[in-house]
């Protein structure tokens, strides 16, 4: 089979990136967590240097920078813009052969070296909306690595774009690729400050046309219940069993609602993802997650009042509660500079599309960054079915998003 070619200019720099295996590994302790990430940032660093932009360069935690230098002298905020280069451990991403299927007509998509991983239009609604579009795929055994390679080859599409038409109006941009982000760790070592955007996007979303401005509110609640151990055999109403507590508060959870099982869109949830028990001492691990930042601490009361219930009965059992903040709702942030988001919708339409806003039902890189002081939403950039070996990105939903980012550096001009 010969390599797959196309036109595009961020797609054919997407099907150079995916054949590097850049998984992140939460096992590891340096930073980044792997070479492999190291090897494409220094291929990146090349590239950004032979488009003209002089001033890239890789620190030492494995952050690319880069500016794009402004075309006018009027004063204009900095923007950013932001991908991750690294891509999910959770399935295979070595040897990955990316595959171009041409002219996409609603025909099921079968990848050849697993007859029985078909991408099919039944199966994937949004491929509706591909018809007559150039579609890449992973060759069946691996992931594809869209998310988020597809947002690094944009971002230097347009970068690129905008080096060879000095011409177009814009203020100074600047360029962050960073590592890890699948392991949680992609604003670990984010020097804001070297950074100096004020606002920024990341190219990290679905399908064109889409812009995320919000997502959950999220903390992480320890419940650990404290039980009396006797010999069982002498433990006739004096053992007060802490794994049994922990049990019973499990089953007394609600059920119809309130669960990752049973909610979507905008309705939060508490998540129960890990229990560790014994007589003397049980405890649980639980996930709270609401849009609003209000609703967390509604629902750790609701959480503590239920454990306080099962304990009552026992009046030498205790219960201890601890809540750590995980992350927090960008939105907050956002509506506070409703020009980040406005710029970015505009820009948007002008390339002919409708914005569309969808709540993102975990935390992005963008909310925290948001929370360090650069309110960053994040764009579509064509990323679908993440971290499956059915992931897919399509050429032209590429095309636009370059498009859009060129957009949006020129509507800050403005
Ligand atoms: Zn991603």
Redesign the pocket.
């Known amino acids: 089979m010969s390599d797959p070619f196309t036109t595009s200019p961020a797609a054919s720099r997407f099907l150079r990136y995916v054949t590097f295996d850049t998984r992140s590994d939460e096992h590891s302790t340096s930073s980044p967590s792997t070479e492999g990430q190291l090897v494409l940032m220094r291929a990146l660093v090349d590239e950004l240097r032979a488009i003209g932009i002089s001033d890239a360069a890789l620190d030492d935690y494995g952050y690319i920078m880069a500016t794009i230098p402004a075309t006018i002298q009027k004063d204009v905020p900095v923007i950013g813009l932001i991908a991750?280069v690294d891509t999910s451990p959770e399935m295979s991403g070595r040897n990955i052969r990316p595959i171009l299927h041409e002219r996409y007509d609603g025909r099921d998509l079968v990848l050849p070296d697993d007859p029985s991983a078909v991408l099919r239009l039944s199966e994937n609604p949004e491929l509706g909306d591909q018809m007559g579009h150039d579609i890449i795929t992973a060759s069946g055994s691996t992931l594809l690595g869209a998310?988020?390679k597809a947002?690094v080859a944009e971002i230097m599409a347009a970068a690129e774009h905008l080096m060879t038409h000095p011409e177009i109006p814009h203020g100074r941009i600047r360029i962050a690729f960073t590592p890890d982000?699948?392991v949680g760790l992609g604003t670990a070592h984010f020097y804001i400050t070297r950074f100096g955007a004020r606002f920024a996007y990341t190219l990290?979303g679905g399908s064109r046309g889409d812009l995320e401005i919000e997502n959950f509110s999220a903390d992480a609640m320890t419940l650990t219940f404290h039980g009396v151990n006797f010999h069982p055999g002498w433990a006739k109403d004096r053992m007060i069993s802490a794994l049994k507590l922990a049990a019973e508060f499990v089953h007394r959870l609600p059920r119809n609602g309130l669960s990752p099982e049973t909610t979507e869109g905008y309705e939060g949830y508490v998540h129960p993802h890990l229990l560790h028990g014994a007589v003397e001492r049980a405890t649980i691990k639980i996930l709270l997650r609401d849009f609003r930042t209000g609703g967390l601490a509604e629902k750790a009361r609701m959480l503590s009042h239920l454990a306080n219930e099962v304990i009552r009965p026992y009046p030498a059992a205790s219960v201890e509660v601890h809540v750590e903040e995980s992350y927090r709702n960008m939105k907050d942030v956002l509506d506070r500079h409703p020009e980040v988001v406005e710029h970015a919708k505009e820009a948007i339409r002008r390339c002919g599309l409708t914005p569309r806003m969808r709540p993102i039902r975990g935390g992005t890189d963008g909310a925290r960054l948001s929370y360090m002081g650069v309110p960053t939403p994040n764009l579509f950039a064509g990323?679908h079915n993440?971290h499956s070996r059915l992931e897919w990105v399509s050429v032209q939903d590429m095309d636009k998003a370059v498009e859009v980012i060129v957009q949006i550096c020129r509507r800050w001009a403005e």
Do not use: I, Y
């Open positions: 991750h998310d988020d947002g982000e699948e990290d990323e993440l």
